[in-house]
């Protein structure tokens, strides 16, 4: 089969050396991919949000199934043009990937439907949220209601700081159209886990679970960013919490989405907080992690583009989903001064991590260059390891990410030592 996958960072980096795989793959393409992508696929220059040039590519590259990745063109609707033109796609219609697209309707459904989360207050004008916020107590969390690139999150520690981001979302217009709504949430004290599940509608099948670091830099200190590293499994995830979260959130999501005529078809991703022993939804993602993938899918021993397929044509029931018993580290490179200012077009001297084992280089942010790999992003590379142990994975991760060079390059030093810690 001929293949697409929509996207060009480590997410989809991994997907498809996770379908390279498979059997029934012949020829992968990627729109737009990258400088390592482009070892594994035939990219072509075609923007994830350029809807009309995906799906035109798709037709004349004889496109048999179509990997959406991206939220932006999950939300614009790129699977329903797909399908339009005959193309089998894993990955949710745009009326389903509101469930990551749009805060107010994601809260509003875990309200509707007893789906445990943040209590919140929705504002559509900036005069009505801060009077809301005047008698809150604090911290408090306010989010733009729709798409904002992972910014779109304030945790205001008093009223000054969340009157200014509100004005900064709802008048300011940092987000654009997206903070034209916000939701002003209860601040939850727990630890965090994220799940990444196929569904089909029918059933859901939850992935190994994982561990973001989404501050820049070590400790937990610095900037939010898209994420600097990740683990899998998460230590928290015990297999209590697993059960209720089946139950209390996994199910009844899918069910609501049903109820709501919104089947969801591709990878929901939770975005857990775990309070006193009990599991609250955070955030819905209409698609596979970033990072996350990068830890996920090296442990998935099944054929991914069977389970892609079954998902489509909603037989997720019938196939086998199995996950290695073993861990897996990613430690991500990024651009010095990333997620703020940071340069691009620093050469990458990878010639002393080629021959490492059990690991693998995920690039993100990097692009080809008269035949040679320089940086072009914030995040330019995901180094995972995969091993018995958590420790010996993040031992090989280090080794492996220590290997790679690139002026002004930054990593943090500290990715699983909090998943190592709550294992002992
Ligand atoms: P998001 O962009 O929705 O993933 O949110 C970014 C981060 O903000 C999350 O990973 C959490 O660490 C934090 N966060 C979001 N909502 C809450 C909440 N209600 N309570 C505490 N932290 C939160
Ligand atoms: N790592 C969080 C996300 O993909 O949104």
């Known amino acids: 089969m001929n293949i697409l996958v929509v996207g060009g960072g480590g997410r989809e980096h991994a997907i498809?050396?996770?379908?390279?795989?498979?059997?029934?793959?012949?020829?992968?393409?990627?729109?737009p991919g990258n400088g390592g992508i482009a070892s594994d696929a035939v990219c072509a220059a075609i923007g994830a949000k350029d809807i009309d040039g995906i799906v035109k590519f798709a037709v004349e590259n004889k496109i048999d199934f179509a990997v959406v990745a991206p939220d932006d063109p999950l939300v614009l609707g790129?699977?329903?043009?797909?399908?339009?033109?005959?193309?089998?796609?894993?990955?949710?219609?745009?009326?389903?990937?509101i469930i990551e697209g749009s805060k107010v309707f994601s809260k509003d459904l875990m309200k509707k439907y007893g789906i445990p989360t943040a209590r919140y207050e929705s504002f559509n004008s900036k005069e009505s949220a801060i009077e809301y916020l005047e008698g809150a107590s604090f911290p408090i969390v306010i989010k733009a209601d729709g798409l904002a690139l992972g910014k779109g999150v304030v945790i205001a520690e008093d009223l000054e700081s969340a009157k200014a981001a509100v004005v900064s979302m709802m008048e300011d217009k940092i987000f654009g159209e997206s903070g034209?709504?916000?939701?002003?949430?209860?601040?939850?004290?727990?630890?965090?886990?994220?799940?990444?599940?196929?569904?089909?509608?029918?059933?859901?099948?939850?992935?190994?679970?994982?561990?973001?670091?989404?501050?820049?830099?070590?400790?937990?200190?610095?900037?939010?960013?898209?994420?600097?590293?990740?683990?899998?499994?998460?230590?928290?995830?015990?297999?209590?919490?697993?059960?209720?979260?089946?139950?209390?959130?996994?199910?009844?999501?899918m069910q609501a989405m049903n109820k709501e005529g919104?089947?969801?078809?591709?990878?929901?991703?939770?975005?857990?907080?775990?309070?006193?022993?009990?599991?609250?939804?955070?955030?819905?993602?209409?698609?596979?992690?970033?990072?996350e993938t990068q830890v996920v899918l090296p442990l998935l021993k099944?054929?991914?583009?069977?389970?892609?397929?079954?998902?489509?044509?909603?037989?997720?029931?019938?196939?086998?989903?199995?996950?290695?018993?073993?861990?897996?580290?990613c430690v991500v490179i990024a651009s010095g001064g990333y997620p703020k200012k940071y340069q691009t077009g620093m050469p990458i001297d990878f010639s002393n991590v080629e021959d490492k084992k059990n690991v693998v280089v995920y690039h993100a942010g990097t692009r080809l260059e008269n035949g040679a790999i320089v940086t072009s992003g914030g995040r330019v590379l995901g180094v995972t390891?995969?091993?018995?142990?958590?420790?010996?994975?993040?031992?090989?991760?280090?080794?492996?990410?220590?290997?790679?060079?690139?002026?002004?390059?930054?990593?943090?030093?500290?990715?699983?030592?909090?998943a190592l810690k709550a294992l002992k």
Not at 85 to 96: D, E, L, Q, R, T
Not at 310 to 327: H, Y
């Open 302 to 329: 099944s054929d991914l583009l069977e389970i892609m397929l079954a998902v489509e044509e909603e037989r997720l029931a019938d196939v086998n989903v199995e996950f290695d018993s073993g861990a897996a580290c």
């Open 385 to 418: 390891a995969t091993a018995d142990t958590l420790e010996k994975a993040i031992e090989l991760a280090y080794d492996g990410a220590n290997a790679i060079k690139f002026e002004n390059m930054h990593k943090r030093s500290d990715i699983g030592q909090t």
């Open 16 to 31: 498809i050396k996770k379908l390279k795989e498979s059997k029934k793959v012949t020829k992968i393409f990627a729109t």
């Open 78 to 97: 790129a699977v329903d043009a797909l399908h339009k033109v005959g193309i089998k796609c894993f990955g949710p219609c745009a009326n389903a990937a």
């Open 262 to 291: 919104r089947v969801f078809k591709g990878c929901l991703y939770f975005g857990l907080m775990i309070c006193d022993g009990k599991p609250y939804v955070i955030e819905y993602n209409c698609r596979f992690g970033d990072p």
């Open 180 to 253: 034209s709504n916000v939701v002003i949430e209860q601040f939850l004290k727990g630890v965090e886990v994220s799940v990444l599940a196929f569904t089909d509608g029918k059933t859901v099948v939850p992935m190994v679970s994982s561990m973001d670091h989404k501050r820049a830099l070590d400790n937990d200190k610095g900037d939010n960013t898209g994420g600097m590293g990740t683990v899998a499994p998460n230590p928290y995830y015990t297999p209590e919490i697993a059960d209720i979260c089946m139950r209390d959130i996994f199910i009844p999501t």
